[in-house]
């Protein structure tokens, strides 16, 4: 994960950071499936890639639910 939590002032700008990272993941994960629709991509492209960004997903996803709940507790 490229975001390092420290850097920020709050949780909330954490969480800010981190959901926009999520809807790029989400954008990344569309635009490999159309890729491997239209044949740019090989199926073991897609699945490499496809893994990699599963598990920034889930560690982001994680993230988020890490920082929701700090801020609540603010």
Known sequence: MDIDLRSF???KDALKALKKRK?????????????????A???EEYEERRKKLEREYVEVMDRIVQMSYISSQM
């Open 9 to 11: 002032k709050s949780p």
């Open 23 to 39: 809807q790029e993941l989400e954008k990344e994960f569309e635009e490999i499936r159309k890729k491997v629709e239209k044949g």
């Open 41 to 43: 991509l090989t199926k």
